[in-house]
């Protein structure tokens, strides 16, 4: 393994030097507590932001659908539903996760999360058909289109408005990241 430049290498007094303003002599017990707190609080935020956009259900997914087209030689996965806008405003892009599964079975055949924006905007209570073609990835695998009792369990993890403004502001994926952050904090 080569050595790094001794420009990049981190001096460690440097770090504490930079560091001791924000630490104001606490000792590491202390830094961990309080970043525990803040991390509950933040999470604690997240999760009712979270459970009230479910509540709200106001961006619905329906007829999810996959399976496989033949157009000419080409044979390839499709992804297919319906997404009504079910708020009082005008939705610009909604972000989904969408999961193929079958009964019995823990892990799912594929995921993937896609983003569709829609041009001119899903007026309140219009409702669009999306056929999408996930290329690449296990949507891709050939014994997938054997599936019989595959389903396709779509879900909306954010949406924005007319004027490009997250209903959520942050992703499911950042409060992953906080719940492990804390659980290791433990």
């Known amino acids: 393994m080569a050595a790094l430049p001794n420009d990049i290498i981190v001096n460690q007094y440097v770090t504490l030097i930079r560091l001791a303003p924000k630490l104001n002599g606490r000792t590491g017990a202390a830094v961990i507590r309080d970043l525990t707190i803040k991390l509950d609080a933040e999470i604690s935020e997240m ?10 259900g106001a961006i619905e997914i329906g007829s999810p659908n996959y399976y496989w087209r033949t157009s000419g030689r080409l044979e390839q996965p499709t992804v297919e539903f319906s997404v009504r806008n079910g708020t009082k405003a005008p939705v610009s ?8 599964i079958s009964p019995g079975r823990s892990i799912p055949w594929a ?8 041009k001119g905007g899903l007026e309140p209570r219009e409702k669009q058909q999306l056929t999408i073609e996930p290329r690449g990835g296990d949507w891709s695998d050939k014994q997938l289109k054997y599936l019989p009792d595959a389903e396709l369990k ?33």
């Open 93 to 100: 892009r909604v972000y989904l996760s969408a999961v193929l």
């Open 154 to 186: 779509v879900v909306v993890t954010n949406f924005e408005d007319a004027n490009g403004q997250r209903v959520l502001p942050t992703g499911s994926d950042d409060l992953e990241l906080k719940r492990k952050v804390r659980a290791m904090l433990q």
């Open 111 to 118: 995921k993937q999360d896609f983003v569709q924006t829609f």
């Open 47 to 56: 999760e009712s932001a979270r459970q009230n956009f479910d509540n709200a």
